[in-house]
């Protein structure tokens, strides 16, 4: 499992993760923690797609990052909040309370900038602290007049990895209330219907 470099510990910003999407998160369950996961590309040292199983061996827990997040909805910019200040909380814990509120239905897709809990209080540069947060502004805005992409040093981009247990879009819910449907109709008709010996 990939872990936080020196080069990154000098960052503000150690992972970064742009335009997840919110019904590819397994937000929880009854007695099932929910998950964020994301993957760091492979530095593989060939040319060519990662395996399986490279693919597994780079996929990191971001559910207990602090910094800053964005929500968007229908493409537009909606919210930008911090997770690890005042509160202390995480970037998981601070989605969830989106996800009720007023925010509730609103947002579809976030971007997330930060790093690893027990990182927040390392010192950095301050030249190193205004690229970071430019490449943060680029990143949450993108300005039709700036021609490149900010600079995030030493961060590692983090891709979404879907949860298989993921609510998923409205036909995905759909067809899952369908099965449990389904499966309770069985479920009622082997209760009511006399067994046969």
């Not at 479920?187 to 010996?197: D, G, L, M, N, Q």
Request: glycine share 10%.
């Amino acid at each position: 499992m990939p872990t936080t470099t020196d080069s990154q510990n000098k960052n503000m910003i150690t992972h970064y993760g742009l335009f997840w999407s919110e019904e590819s998160v397994f937000w929880g369950r009854q007695k099932k923690s929910g998950e964020l996961k994301g993957r760091v590309s492979p530095t593989t040292g060939r040319r060519g797609a990662s395996t399986k199983e490279e693919r597994k061996e780079h996929e990191i827990e971001c559910r207990d990052y602090v910094g800053i997040y964005c929500l968007y909805g229908g493409g537009q910019l909606l919210y930008v909040g911090e997770a690890g200040l005042g509160t202390k909380s995480t970037l998981f814990k601070r989605l969830m309370q989106h996800r009720k509120g007023p925010m509730s239905g609103r947002w579809d897709k976030f971007s997330w900038f930060g790093c690893e809990r027990g990182l927040e209080e390392r010192e950095i540069s301050h030249l190193d602290a205004l690229a970071q947060l430019e490449a943060i502004l680029i990143s949450i805005t993108n300005p039709r007049f700036n021609k490149q992409s900010g600079t995030f040093a030493n961060a590692r981009q983090v891709f979404q990895v879907p949860h298989p247990d993921a609510d998923g879009d409205i036909a995905d819910k759909l067809k899952n209330m369908e099965e449990r449907m389904e499966k309770m109709l069985k479920e009622i008709k082997e209760a009511v219907s006399p067994t046969r010996k």
